[in-house]
């Protein structure tokens, strides 16, 4: 797991995203009846914002991407996606541990959402994020920011 790191995204970033995003939802959205080749780059492409993204590099290559977007009450975190090969290396559990401890700091609620039988909300729930509502498509989970003293 050593040799990553983050770094913020640019609007040069956006085609890299895009792809990761196809390849790293394709299974799930397939089981859910939703794949489509364009739509799943697009909507990517549409709400892309750099400002709010970082890109998570392996040995200074593009291994992936997490945003956390302030929106009211709470950040979003979205468009989290790490390269298949990279996945299970505890990579994407330190770069979550790293953005909650950021948002824990702050006293910040962290919402998200998964797609319905996707194994990422396992990692989240790990962390403590608990469901908040549900269709049949998106599984929406909410996270108390926890007490910055004693937290690991």
């Known amino acids: 797991m050593a040799d990553w790191g983050m770094r913020p995204a640019s609007e040069g970033d956006v085609e ?41 590099e392996m040995g200074g290559a593009f291994a992936g991407c997490v945003a956390l977007r302030p929106a009211g009450d709470a950040h979003w975190l979205e468009h989290f996606y790490l390269a298949p090969h990279l996945q299970g290396a505890g990579i994407g559990t330190a770069v979550l541990r790293e953005l909650l401890e950021r948002c824990d700091r702050d006293g910040i609620l962290v919402r998200l959402n998964v797609l ?12 403590g994020f608990a469901l908040e509502t549900q269709d049949p498509v998106d599984v929406f989970l909410v996270r108390e920011p926890a007490a910055a003293v004693g937290h690991n």
């Open 116 to 127: 319905q039988g996707s194994p990422a909300r396992r990692l989240y729930e790990r962390h």
């Open 16 to 56: 890299a995203v895009a792809e990761l995003r196809a390849v790293a939802l394709r299974a799930d959205l397939e089981r859910l009846g939703r794949y489509d080749e364009w739509r799943v780059r697009q909507r990517l492409r549409d709400g892309f914002a750099p400002a709010h993204t970082w890109v998570i």
